[in-house]
T-cell receptor, first 113, second 111 residues
Framework: EAQVTQNPRYLITVTGKKLTVTCSQNMNHEYMSWYRQDPGLGLRQIYYSMNVEVTDKGDVPEGYKVSRKEKRNFPLILESPSPNQTSLYFC????????????FGSGTQLSVL | GQNIDQPTEMTATEGAIVQINCTYQTSGFNGLFWYQQHAGEAPTFLSYNVLDGLEEKGRFSSFLSRSKGYSYLLLKELQMKDSASYLCAVRDQTGANNLFFGTGTRLTVIP
């Protein structure tokens, strides 16, 4: 089944403890992206990747890192999480770019205490 | 920059028709998407408009007027399962494939 797989689904952590949220897609998509969704603010893009080893900042990249060593994987890394990074995170992919239909992962609800 | 406006909440009756509006201001418009998002779930693609006019897909239709910076999503024969948030997203060609989302409209369908 074609899908974007995100893990974990829920995560509670403490300030400063490094964490990684994994994202994997099995559709051979070139484009992958991370969003965060907050009440009243909608979906905001954190980072995106047009292809392997090519990543770029979105609207809210501060405090996050990404890597794209393989086409299928696009992990999101929080080196030193802070409470303002408490949010619902979505990974998404598309065949070639953000201008195409996006397929979203099921989301990661992160709470930073 | 981009400015995308949608109503925050709407309520409609089962079996009725509802229209969800989206207005936008963007420097390099290059397409508009509608996504549906049920509570606690991921957004799923509904429609895409890049030219003016109406795109119909079953019970759902989406309209675009580029000169007015306006789109709407029309849902006919509403069902209870249509209760969800509907996200308008605008593609801006001035950036590298940038896609900007509105804050979404939460639709509640009542019996």
């Amino acid at each position: 089944e074609a899908q974007v797989t995100q893990n974990p689904r829920y995560l509670i952590t403490v300030t400063g403890k490094k964490l990684t949220v994994t994202c994997s897609q099995n559709m051979n998509h070139e484009y992958m992206s991370w969003y965060r969704q907050d009440p009243g603010l909608g979906l905001r893009q954190i980072y995106y990747s047009m292809n392997v080893e090519v990543t770029d900042k979105g609207d809210v990249p501060e405090g996050y890192k990404v890597s794209r060593k393989e086409k299928r994987n696009f992990p999101l890394i929080l080196e030193s999480p802070s409470p303002n990074q408490t949010s619902l995170y979505f990974c998404a992919s598309s065949l070639q770019g953000a201008g195409e239909k996006l397929f979203f992962g099921s989301g990661t609800q992160l709470s930073v205490l | 920059g981009q400015n995308i406006d949608q109503p925050t909440e709407m309520t409609a009756t089962e079996g009725a028709i509802v229209q969800i509006n989206c207005t936008y201001q963007t420097s390099g418009f290059n397409g508009l998407f509608w996504y549906q998002q049920h509570a606690g779930e991921a957004p799923t693609f509904l429609s895409y408009n890049v030219l003016d006019g109406l795109e119909e897909k079953g019970r759902f239709s989406s309209f675009l007027s580029r000169s007015k910076g306006y789109s709407y999503l029309l849902l006919k024969e509403l069902q209870m399962k249509d209760s969800a948030s509907y996200l308008c997203a605008v593609r801006d060609q001035t950036g590298a494939n940038n896609l900007f989302f509105g804050t979404g409209t939460r639709l509640t369908v009542i019996p």
